[in-house]
């Protein structure tokens, strides 16, 4: 009976593709529903690698420009009123708002800073919500995948018992796929977890790092027009 029952369970096929077959429906929803949101997690952590990379070497150009003594207004108009790199739509905000803030007569009309800062604060804010989308789908990723792979073990785990009990046969060629086939969701929730905990930290903090970069040069180039107003 023993080698019975293991020519039994060597002649079974544990491959991926076979543990997918066997599985119950719900088991088999879980699976499909966990590599949707891996391919999802992986789709959004190779988009914000590129962009975040793009994004620090235009910050990289345009802070070499600013820096290079050019006059700001003749920046500004090669520039244009609505750039397409994220540093530079900063800029124009507070240069925007700087000429707005000038009269006729070539005065300026009063709280021109305080304008200028809030404009240059509403750009950070909308570029820094264009970084950080997606990330809250990496941390949904990272924090649920897992218990739902666990919900596809414990029902295929149950159900693997429930198919003991009706054939009365407690052998490895019964019980040994039922068991694989439940561990396999358990496998593919942390296999989505892991990378998306992992990239969600990074990808956080090098958005935290860019953003910051906007903050600094927008504190500088509200300085350099501060110098101006009181001059």
């Known amino acids: 009976m023993e080698a019975e029952t293991l020519a ?17 429906l719900t088991v ?9 949101a891996s391919f999802w997690s ?27 003594g050019e006059p700001l207004d003749d920046l ?13 739509r900063i800029f124009a905000a507070g240069m925007t708002e700087w000429r707005r803030s000038h009269r006729d007569d070539g005065g300026l009309i009063a709280g021109a800073q305080a304008r200028i800062d809030r404009a240059m604060d509403v750009a950070i804010a909308r570029e820094a919500e264009g970084l950080q989308a997606g990330l809250p789908v990496l941390a949904t990723v990272g924090s649920v995948t897992p218990f739902v792979g666990l919900f596809g073990t414990v029902w295929g785990i149950m159900h693997a018992f429930i198919g003991i009990a009706e054939q009365q046969n407690t052998n490895l060629a019964v019980v040994a796929p039922g068991i694989a086939e439940a561990l396999l969701a358990t496998g593919l929730g942390l ?4 990378p998306a905990v992992i990239f969600y930290n990074k990808i956080s903090t090098d958005a935290d790092r860019i953003i910051g970069g906007y903050e600094a040069f927008a504190d500088e180039f ?10």
């Open 8 to 24: 039994a369970a060597q002649s079974m096929d544990f491959s991926m593709w076979a543990l997918f077959a066997r599985a119950t």
């Open 28 to 36: 088999k929803l879980v699976m499909i529903m966990l590599i949707v």
């Open 42 to 68: 992986w789709s959004i952590i190779i988009q914000k690698i590129i962009s975040y990379r793009a994004a620090r070497r235009e910050a990289a150009r345009f802070d070499r420009a600013f820096w290079s």
């Open 76 to 88: 500004y108009d090669t520039i244009g009123a609505d750039p397409s790199g994220r540093a530079q």
């Open 191 to 194: 296999l989505a977890a892991i």
């Open 222 to 231: 509200s300085t350099i027009l501060s110098r101006q107003l009181d001059a």
